[in-house]
């Protein structure tokens, strides 16, 4: 596709239970970027990767979080055990170079945990 | 660590009127500054960067912003604002001198209203 496409938009879940988000970066692009959304807390910076270089999981909130990103394209963000503070838009963001290339965002994957 | 504030959480202005939202940051070196935009439902979009050169930067929709080192700021301005402005504005740092691929920090956003 020409954009980032992530599924699903909507995800309700109960807590504890655990969910995957995807992203599909734009093709070629690679750097891939998770952050999350919450109201008033602005972007969150979660976990980056870069081409194969290890990836930088410094904004991963805890142990509950993490993401893999198979053959440098798509990734996904796995929650275990949801808690009810994870609800929250999971935003993906490709760029063609680390440096100075701008970001291109995904409309997100919002949850909700019940 | 980089870091970005945008100190005002919402910003009020008359369509005609100037705008400014305001950004600073702290890096160790010389920052790739960015500014993105957030219309309501919708995803982000990018605005404009400043990497190196001109301190001055043009970008989408009539928006500019002035790096100042000194002050270590970037703020956005608009020397006439649409009601179609209205958004949510973010700011974002990356340090390009620090580890092998820092990641791009976003600031807390600024609620633009533009009223008519």
């Known amino acids: 596709g020409a954009g980032v496409s992530q599924s699903p938009s909507n995800k309700v879940t109960e807590k504890g239970k655990d969910v995957e988000l995807r992203c599909d970066p734009i093709?070629?692009?690679?750097?891939l970027y998770w952050y999350r959304q919450s109201l008033g807390q602005g972007l969150e910076f979660l976990i980056y990767?870069?081409?194969?270089?290890?990836?930088?999981k410094s904004g991963l909130p805890s142990d509950r979080f993490s993401a893999e990103r198979t053959g440098g394209s798509v990734s996904t963000l796995t929650i275990q055990r949801t808690q009810q503070e994870d609800s929250a838009v999971y935003l993906c963001?490709?760029?063609?170079?680390?440096?100075?290339?701008?970001?291109?965002f995904g409309e997100g994957s919002r949850l909700t945990v019940l | 660590a980089q870091s970005v504030a945008q100190p005002e959480d919402q910003v009020n202005v008359a369509e005609g009127n100037p705008l400014t939202v305001k950004c600073t940051y702290s890096?160790?070196?010389?920052?790739?500054l960015f500014w993105y935009v957030q219309y309501p439902n919708r995803g982000l979009q990018f605005l404009l960067k400043?990497?190196?050169?001109?301190?001055l930067v043009k970008g989408s929709y009539g928006f500019e912003a002035e790096f100042n080192k000194s002050q270590t700021s970037f703020h956005l301005k608009k020397p006439s604002a649409l009601v179609s402005d209205s958004a949510l504005y973010f700011c974002a740092v990356r340090d390009p001198g620090g580890q092998a691929g820092t990641a791009l920090i976003f600031g807390k956003g600024t609620t633009l209203s533009v009223s008519s």
């Open positions: 890096v160790s070196g010389n920052p790739y």
């Open positions: 990767f870069q081409g194969n270089s290890a990836p930088d």
């Open positions: 093709s070629g692009h690679t750097a």
């Open positions: 963001a490709s760029s063609l170079a680390p440096g100075p290339g701008e970001l291109f």
């Open positions: 400043y990497i190196t050169g001109d301190n």
